[in-house]
């Protein structure tokens, strides 16, 4: 039989939450980012729980977006990544990552970057950086959304819903999931949790999203809070195309893969709308894509990712 690993056993001794002792994690996104140099091309930064027990996928992405930028010349910005969630990330301990130099080249740079905690592989990323070129331009129209600062908060929310079933399900989210995470998010139409409720829900959400907190001017920090929050509430879109099946407790939900195409610089700690849509689920899995547009309607980022949707055995 297979000794259960840190992250199972403790899930097993605190299925509410964290272990006591467990520092909280920081909710600033700079602190959430910061890495710390341990020699040439590795680096160790913390986790920052997800769901319950797991490191959130989104921020072990990030950070392996920040150690990747941090080996490459500035001139390069970061283009593309693509991600593979191997293992659950435990978040009592650091994570370590190592950074491959693939190939410098004049125009462009690729690395390769590899999370461990222990000693074994979590997580893997593969980075893109370029040098700002000129080259033929084009997008899809601007989308026509109402402005963040005329939509709802969490708290308006809350106060909406309060007494009912939505309400109570839409609570106990936003303490296990919107609370979470240092961002500022208001969503265009009901949020998951809410839409969940609906027989009649579709695979479409659209939000905008901003870190709470400034983060200055450095290219490759506000890169990597985009990366950090691009990982938010697809795996949600995609349950909502299941006749409202939203519950977490029917289906054990993770990302397997992600990936982003970063089109123009821009900032993440101002707002930006995410359009994000699930063409199809089966066979265990689900895809969904995003849109990402700054505040001037320019398509900024794309973003693809594919999650596994498993039906837990009680429930089947």
């Not at 593309?80 to 080249?105: E, K, M, N, Q, W």
């Not at 969940?196 to 905008?208: A, F, I, N, R, T």
Request: aromatic share 10%.
């Amino acid at each position: 039989m297979t000794e259960p690993t840190t992250t199972e056993k403790a899930a097993a001794e605190h299925p509410e939450g964290r272990p006591p002792g467990m520092p909280p994690a920081p909710q600033d996104m700079r602190e959430l980012l910061a890495l710390e140099r341990i020699e040439v091309d590795l680096f160790r930064g913390i986790g920052h729980e997800g769901a319950p027990q797991r490191v959130f996928g989104g921020h072990v992405a990030a950070q392996a977006v920040m150690a990747a930028g941090k080996t490459v010349e500035s001139a390069h910005r970061i283009h593309s990544c693509h991600a593979y969630f191997l293992r659950p990330g435990d978040p009592s301990i650091p994570l370590v990552y190592t950074v491959d130099r693939t190939r410098d080249g004049r125009t462009f740079s690729t690395r390769r970057v590899v999370a461990l905690q222990h000693g074994k592989a979590v997580f893997h990323l593969a980075a893109s950086f370029q040098e700002d070129e000129d080259g033929p331009v084009h997008q899809v129209p601007t989308l026509d959304v109402p402005d963040p600062d005329q939509l709802p908060s969490a708290e308006d929310w809350l106060e909406r819903t309060r007494g009912t079933d939505a309400g109570r399900s839409f609570a106990r989210w936003y303490e296990h999931h919107w609370k979470r995470y240092p961002v500022d998010i208001r969503f265009v139409g009901e949020p998951p949790a809410v839409a969940g409720y609906h027989p009649d829900s579709v695979p479409h959400q659209q939000l905008w999203f901003r870190a709470q907190t400034p983060l200055g001017d450095e290219p490759l920090l506000q890169a990597a809070a985009f990366t950090f929050t691009s990982d938010l509430f697809l795996l949600g879109t995609i349950l909502l195309g299941n006749r409202g099946e939203f519950s977490r407790r029917q289906l054990f939900v993770t990302s397997l893969d992600h990936a982003i195409w970063f089109h123009e610089p821009f900032r993440a700690d101002e707002w930006f709308f995410y359009d994000q849509r699930s063409p199809r689920a089966g066979r265990g899995r689900g895809f969904t894509r995003g849109e990402v547009f700054n505040r001037s309607g320019t398509l900024v980022a794309s973003v693809a990712q594919e999650g596994l949707l498993r039906v837990l055995p009680e429930t089947r």
